[in-house]
């Protein structure tokens, strides 16, 4: 009966009600859809960073990370990856590869580069470059000779498919190494600045190379789920030995990456937070409003024996209602905008340089999150019959004889 | 006052609760806006001030297309020429000459491809921040040949320390092998990690005999006193500038045209922002259509007394976009008001925004942030504020206009 009763009430002015509903459900869109779009580009960063050579989890000779030097590699693989076979979860995917920093150059220009060797059929299930030849060809393992290159790289050097680069490097007697490839292959990478850092050889060719028999310099483990990699990551730092091995985890090979979701998070938050203030203003408002012009009507009602308490809940009642309809309303317009953004994304490539410079795509896919969503919804609902406890229990505090006095 | 002024002034303090409410609605909105935009453009003169200080300036002078192809053999031929023809434009802080080359850099542990940068010392100092971030040895002198400043990640890299030898292997302007040997004298921290780890810097003289420059430079960096006056002193240099040989030409690019993603990034943000902030005004502007609304329906009977004795349906308009707007206006100048002292204080004391390290080294920027009021970031927000929420008010006060005496006389 409380339900009804509010339902009616809120009803008697329709105009008003309408009105406030309109703010809340922009309100709650704008909470909702702000949301999903971050969280596209955040989700989007963090899969760019992964698929760019980062993968979930890395295993390095240890040391290596803080300089990446040719003689900081494993020397025994074999070990290393008998011991991944029986730690990484079934339908782990993972690759071994050289990365070591080289000179690439040709007749007309010479620049830095990051030599990466590559074992071509494991690499296309780990990282992006399988997919991403536009040009030639991927590397095929007996590519002996074969280099594949980005874009951006072949218009910086002037040159194009079937022409010469040539690659220099320290190797592993510390002598400067140096050796001729053929562009087999031009990539496209979403960042400019991928396509202009890493040129792919095979892993036998870079190891040639560089005189490291087999050695590498890092195993980049693919999960089947994102979520696993602390316990992986744990796992495998128990099994191998932390004098030879370290192992890192993707947080911590982006930290860029990391600080950004941190920083979102937050950013989102305060958002709810603002918009909600905005809100609350009209919620007070509008309620105060409905409840000082029924002081009679609540006057007549204690007369009649109401308690406080009831007069208070049939207040809240009208606000819950408002609310939850203003919500249910924001929410299926939130998720309808996103719904139709998520096929064709939001475009900015207007901005591409700006993007690329903040280190986000290109094209931005809102993705709807649970946690957001209902993070969303509580800051307007709690908040929401938080702020209306003050109208109704000036409703609550009419005596009979003030209230009926009152016109 | 005029009779209307005050009336509409009373009527507001007829319901003196539901007024404060809708003036603190427009005030908080505004004071939001004020403080916000103020940051933004607090933060984008940092980041703009510390990318041009680090190192690019604010205008250089170089061959056409050295900018994006790098090429050793696209010089400034005569770089005095173009140091007097600045010295000539006024509004110009200082300037110098810089020369570039990629090369390859090895210590006795490790070598690593990295572009070796020529400066002229003493010019050098004025413009770019290079001499205060050294952190250890010294900066280069004007006698100095062979010695060299880098920056701390990459003496890291290369496992160098002060004193140490570097040999460095390139190619000159005219295609020949380039070699040297110079000795660490500095090193730097920037504060920009990917500066820090990949550039080395020595003098001019020496990169000008090692790389065969034949007295060419690759840049002539200039710093303006002002950003704002930027475009009128490249039209006057870019004027004075003969290119006779259309072989080589010189062309004029400033801090826009160096570092294109900067200013693309900066756009992309004040967009966003201000997606961000019209939403937000949406809101707040719903929440006081009620007010506004209510200012109508509450006192309809009253409008029939006033329609009655003859107050013409105008007047009436007018009396109600006046109470609006002096609850707008009262609103906005408290928002404004506070919003400027709140900013203020942080204009003097910084916002230190933790998580941002990582952020902060990759775009150089210093890890307190400082808000800076301007006339503009104070002036948008309440602007946008006091448009949206007359375009509330005129529903209502045109509503009015639809009553009639009689039927309004007789609603309760």
């Not at chain 1, 220099?168 to 050796?179: F, H, K, L, V």
């Not at chain 2, 490249?234 to 570092?259: C, Q």
Request: hydrophobic share 50%.
């Amino acid at each position: 009966m409380h339900l009804q009763l509010g339902w009616r009430n809120i009803w008697r002015n329709p105009r008003r009600t309408a009105v406030i509903m309109i703010a809340v459900v922009i309100g709650v869109w704008s909470m909702i859809f702000m949301g999903a779009f971050h969280r596209g580009m955040i989700n989007q960063m963090v899969q760019n960073g992964i698929a760019t050579l980062t993968g979930h989890i890395q295993v390095h000779y240890t040391g290596y990370r803080d300089d990446p030097a040719i003689e900081k590699s494993m020397a025994e693989p074999e070990v290393v990856q008998t011991i991944l076979e029986k730690r990484v979860p079934p339908g782990a995917r993972w690759t071994a590869r050289v990365r070591v920093s080289a000179v690439a150059s040709n007749a007309r220009h010479s620049g830095g580069v990051t030599l990466v060797g590559i074992d071509p059929a494991r690499e296309a299930q780990v990282s992006f470059i399988g997919e991403a030849v536009t040009q030639g060809h991927y590397l095929r393992p007996d590519d002996e000779y074969g280099i594949v290159v980005g874009e951006a790289l072949v218009e910086k050097f002037e040159t194009k498919l079937g022409r010469k680069l040539i690659l220099m490097s320290q190797d592993t007697d510390r002598e400067i190494a140096s050796r001729a490839f053929r562009i087999v292959g031009i990539f496209r990478a979403e960042m400019e600045a991928t396509e202009k850092q890493f040129v792919f050889v095979t892993l036998t060719a870079a190891q040639r190379m560089l005189k490291l028999e087999k050695g590498i310099s890092e195993l980049c483990i693919v999960l089947p789920d994102r979520h696993e990699v602390n316990e992986v990551a744990d796992n495998l730092r128990a099994a191998l030995p932390p004098s030879k091995y370290e192992v890192h985890k993707w947080r911590d090979l982006l930290p860029l990456v990391d600080a950004y979701l941190s920083l979102f998070d937050t950013f989102i938050y305060i958002w709810f937070l603002v918009v909600f203030i905005a809100m609350g203003f009209g919620i007070v408002n509008t309620t105060l409003m409905a409840v000082f012009e029924r002081i009679r009507e609540f006057g007549l009602l204690k007369a009649l024996g109401m308690k406080p308490w009831w007069i208070m809940r049939g207040v809240l009642t009208e606000s819950f209602l408002l609310l939850v309809m203003g919500m249910a309303a924001g929410n299926i317009v939130g998720l309808l905008t996103i719904f139709a953004l998520s096929g064709s994304g939001i475009d900015l490539s207007a901005f591409a340089a700006g993007a690329e410079w903040a280190g986000i795509s290109r094209v931005i896919y809102p993705v709807i999150h649970a946690k957001d969503v209902t993070m969303a919804n509580l800051v307007v609902f709690i908040l929401g019959l938080l702020v209306s406890i003050y109208p109704a229990a000036k409703a609550a505090r009419f005596t009979p004889v003030e209230a009926l006095a009152h016109t | 006052m005029n009779v209307d002024v005050k009336m509409a002034w009373r009527n507001i303090w007829r319901n003196p609760r539901r007024s404060i409410l809708t003036m603190t609605a427009i005030a908080f909105a505004c004071l939001l806006l004020v403080f916000m935009l103020s940051f933004q453009f607090g933060s984008y003169d940092t980041m703009i001030n510390s990318a041009v200080k680090i190192h690019t300036g604010h205008l250089q002078v170089q061959a056409e297309g050295y900018q994006d192809k790098r090429t050793m053999r696209l010089v400034v031929p005569d770089p005095g020429a173009i140091g007097s023809i600045l010295e000539q434009t006024p509004g110009i802080d200082a300037y110098t000459y810089r020369a570039n080359a990629f090369s390859l850099v090895s210590s006795e542990e490790r070598t690593y491809g990295i572009v070796v940068i020529g400066i002229d010392p003493a010019r050098e100092a004025n413009v770019s921040t290079l001499k205060k971030v050294i952190r250890q040895g010294s900066y280069l002198s004007a006698e100095d040949t062979n010695q060299a400043l880098l920056g701390e990640l990459l003496a890291k890299n290369l496992q160098v320390g002060l004193g140490d030898e570097l040999v460095m292997i390139g190619q000159g302007r005219d295609g020949s092998v380039a070699a040297t040997v110079v000795e660490v004298k500095g090193t730097y921290n920037s504060g920009q990690d990917e500066f820090d780890r990949s550039s080395i810097h020595i003098p001019l003289k020496h990169f000008q005999d090692v790389y065969a420059m034949r007295g060419g430079v690759h840049e002539v960096v200039a710093l303006g006193k002002s950003l704002g006056a930027i475009p009128a002193i490249r039209k006057a240099v870019a004027g004075s500038i003969e290119n006779e040989d259309p072989k080589h030409v010189l062309v004029v690019l400033d801090w826009i045209d160096l570092m294109p993603g900067l200013i693309e990034g900066i756009k992309l943000d004040l967009i966003s922002g201000l997606i961000l902030y019209c939403i937000l005004i949406l809101v707040v502007a719903f929440s006081i259509l009620n007010t506004f609304l209510m200012a109508v329906f509450e006192r309809t009977k009253e409008f029939g007394v006033m329609m009655a004795i003859g107050t013409t349906p105008r007047r009436l308009t007018k009396l109600l976009l006046l109470e609006s707007i002096a609850m707008t206006v009262i609103g906005i100048v408290v928002g404004i008001i506070a919003g400027c002292l709140i900013t203020w204080y942080f204009q003097v004391h910084g916002i230190a925004i933790s998580g941002m390290s990582e952020v902060v080294r990759q775009f150089g920027i210093p890890e307190r942030m400082y808000p800076k009021l301007s006339f503009l970031s104070v002036t948008i927000g309440p602007t946008l504020v006091l448009f949206i929420t007359s375009l509330t008010a005129l529903y209502p006060a045109l509503r009015v206009r639809r009553l009639r005496p009689v039927e309004a006389l007789a609603s309760v």
